[in-house]
């Protein structure tokens, strides 16, 4: 799931797991409910998608000339899953490993920044199936805002959704398109990022 490169689509939070795989590209929810599907689907029963709402300085720069286009608060999707015996919570797999240390390089040159294109500075894209292992959710004291949902369509209707509003004006004729479009406009500034590593 870390391969698929990070970023939106016009479905945002609403990408299944299939069109998230058609697409090759996603970004936290959709791509935890894909990991959620194939461990479930490996015989981990307990794997769950859980949502909190973090800061949206985790998406900083990742807009044209560094800008942050995103909202101030974002609904953060990650995972939950018991690997022999010991639960491990993770959002490793969001963000693909050339943007991972291209953003890694970013947040070097800005030591006053703990998080911003993509990644938390104290983040990790790599998971040992041991532990806990998070590239952009880094406050894991805040477990009381944390939700377990069984599918991202689930997290959609609640009164919690942060992105109501853009979940519904991406659903509606027209200017869906167009909000659409603007999302996956956005993947090119990400692009850049990624290929300035390469």
């Known amino acids: 799931v870390r391969d698929i490169p990070f970023g939106f689509t016009r479905k ?53 000339n560094n800008s942050s286009p995103y909202p101030p608060r974002l609904h953060h999707t990650f995972t939950s899953v018991t690997v022999d015996g010991r639960p491990c919570r993770l959002d490793s797999y969001v963000v693909d490993l050339p943007l991972f240390r291209a953003a890694q390089e970013k947040l070097s040159q800005h030591p006053e920044k ?21 590239s952009q959710y ?29 979940q519904y004006v991406l659903s509606t004729w027209g200017l869906g398109f167009l909000a659409g479009s603007w999302f996956e406009a956005q993947n090119k500034h990400i692009d850049k990022l990624r290929d300035s590593f390469n």
């Open 114 to 134: 703990q998080a911003g294109w993509g990644i938390h500075r104290n983040g990790s894209c790599e998971w040992d199936g041991q532990q806990d292992a998070f």
């Open 12 to 64: 945002h939070d609403a990408a299944t797991p299939e069109y998230t795989l058609k697409r090759r590209i996603g970004h936290c929810t959709p791509k935890a409910e894909l990991f959620v599907r194939l461990l479930r689907e490996a015989g981990f029963n307990d794997a769950t998608m859980i949502s909190v709402p973090i800061p949206g300085d985790v998406l900083h720069g990742l807009g044209s």
């Open 138 to 166: 880094i406050d894991i004291n805040n477990v009381k805002e944390e939700k377990h949902h069984e599918s991202a369509m689930e997290l959609i209707k609640t009164n919690e959704y942060i992105h109501k509003d853009v």
